[in-house]
């Protein structure tokens, strides 16, 4: 079954600011998550409810959906490793 990805404006944004070899490594990430052949990691405590993804250096934020479509997720943020979970907890106002 197809897994449905929805990017929201920030990772969007964020992906195609990268160089192309990065772009593509991302884009063929969330592809596999869409085949199936690829699962988020879900995310612990303050977090919980979102998922990660990891791309090399990089680091996506899911949040699993469900419609009559069937299954999904909706990237919510993403962001070097370095930061990422930093910020986006600052942004959900968890800090």
């Known amino acids: 079954m197809k897994v449905i990805i929805t ?17 593509k490594r991302l884009r063929d990430a969330l592809r596999a998550v869409e085949g199936g052949s690829l699962f988020p990691d879900p995310l612990e405590d303050q977090l919980e409810g979102f998922y990660k993804l990891k791309v090399e250096r990089f680091r996506l934020i899911l949040q699993s959906l469900s419609s009559r479509d069937g299954p999904g997720f909706r990237v919510v943020f ?11 907890s600052q942004l959900l106002g968890l800090d």
């Open 7 to 23: 990017i929201e404006q920030q990772p969007l944004e964020f992906i195609r600011r990268q160089p192309p070899e990065n772009r």
């Open 78 to 88: 993403a962001e070097r490793r370095k930061v990422v979970y930093e910020i986006f």
